[in-house]
């Protein structure tokens, strides 16, 4: 059974920076394209990242584009997503996912971690 742990997450002022890591456990981390979610009080859960199995393709929605960095590392089951220049409108639990098809969409996520609080202060 896969499973996905996130870390890295904490409160920050606004402008500054974190760093999540997702470490994958029960399966080859390399099998599967990888992606980051959110999902802040009230709303749908929302795609941030994702990256392809190999690294080689990323992906980002607009709001987060140039700002966030999302990286993997298979030799040790991780995933990264790198977050500067952060605003109070990022704040929300973060979630890492694995599936078989890269997508933004969670309905192509088979596998989810617990989630991450992230809170940014104006």
């Known amino acids: 059974q896969v499973q996905l742990v996130e870390s890295g997450g904490g409160l920050v002022q606004a402008g500054g920076s974190l760093r999540l890591s997702c470490t994958v456990s029960?399966?080859?981390?390399?099998?599967?394209?990888m992606g980051w979610f959110r999902q802040a009080p009230g709303k749908e859960r929302e795609f941030v990242a994702r990256v392809s199995r190999r690294g080689l393709s990323t992906d980002y929605a607009d709001s987060v584009k140039g700002r966030f960095t999302i990286s993997r590392d298979n030799a040790k089951f991780t995933v990264y997503l790198q977050m500067n220049s952060l605003k109070p409108e990022d704040t929300a639990v973060y979630y890492c996912?694995?599936?078989?098809?890269?997508?933004?969409?969670?309905?192509?996520?088979?596998?989810w971690g617990q989630g991450t609080q992230v809170t940014v202060s104006s």
């Open positions: 029960g399966g080859l981390a390399s099998s599967y394209v």
């Open positions: 996912a694995a599936g078989s098809a890269s997508s933004p969409y969670t309905t192509q996520y088979a596998y």
